[in-house]
């Protein structure tokens, strides 16, 4: 079975501030993929990144970065200098098993940023 | 490009009633998914077509759920008859090719509320 935890509900800090999202995967399996998507207030599901189990390097990508660690199962993503447009339902979702069940989804961490 | 089409983007219904949401996924995609989205479940798989074909149903709550492929261009998910706990936003989702897990690409969503 496969479970991906994302414990911060809701998180709320002020423009320009760093955020952190946490994202924690649990998988038997040794080969797999962990996204991160975004669903802004608009309702529609916008994809960010894709990361395969093999491959631990982190990635930015502007003002976005993504820390994959194997050891702890954890895919942290991280906004810096935060802006008021981030704010967003974001979720974190595991793919393993030879994709046969789809996607599993966190419950997602609702961002706000304040003005 | 055109993206996933859903349609309608909202609905709202009677109990008992007969609803249908509609998905085009997009050209060239093999693979399609129906998730839900509730408050408290978060996301959920509901379904998923390879080449038209229904693959895995086991996320269908129950009878009254059903799904459709016709052609590799039209899905449709009916609700028949619908309750007031089928409230939820529908996703549809396509991809091309399963084993390089590639990205899902989500439609805005059905918006569904059952009175």
Redesign the interface.
Request: no cysteine; proline share 0%.
């Given at each position: 079975a496969q479970k991906v935890t994302q414990a911060q509900t809701e998180i709320s800090v002020v423009e320009k501030e760093d955020v952190t999202l946490d994202c924690v995967y649990e998988t038997r399996d040794t080969t797999y993929?962990l996204?991160w998507?975004k669903q802004p207030p608009?309702?529609?599901?916008?994809?960010l990144i894709?990361r395969?189990s093999f491959d631990e390097q982190n990635e930015i990508s502007g003002r976005y970065s993504w820390n994959f660690q194997k050891s702890t199962s954890s895919f942290n993503f991280t906004i810096t200098a935060s802006q008021v447009v981030d704010s967003a339902v974001y979720?974190c979702?595991l793919?393993s098993g030879?994709?046969?069940?789809?996607?599993?989804?966190?419950?997602?961490t609702h961002l706000i940023i304040q003005p | 490009d055109a993206g996933v089409i859903q349609s309608p983007r909202h609905e709202v219904t009677e109990m008992g009633q007969e609803v249908t949401l509609r998905c085009k996924p997009i050209s060239g995609h093999d693979y399609l998914?129906w998730?839900r989205q509730t408050m408290m479940r978060?996301?959920?798989?509901l379904i998923?077509f390879n080449n038209n074909v229904p693959?895995?149903d086991s996320g269908m709550p129950e009878d009254r759920f059903s799904a459709k492929m016709p052609n590799a261009s039209f899905s449709t998910l009916k609700i028949q008859p619908s309750e007031p706990r089928d409230s939820a936003?529908y996703?549809c989702?396509s991809s091309k090719g399963?084993?390089v897990?590639g990205?899902?690409?989500?439609?805005?969503?059905s918006?569904l509320t059952v009175l």
């Open positions: 993929y996204f998507y608009s309702g529609e599901l916008v994809f894709r395969n979720f979702a793919e030879g994709g046969a069940d789809g996607l599993t989804f966190g419950k997602g | 998914f998730y978060g996301l959920e798989l998923y693959i895995d936003v996703f989702a399963r084993d897990t990205e899902l690409f989500f439609g805005e969503g918006r």
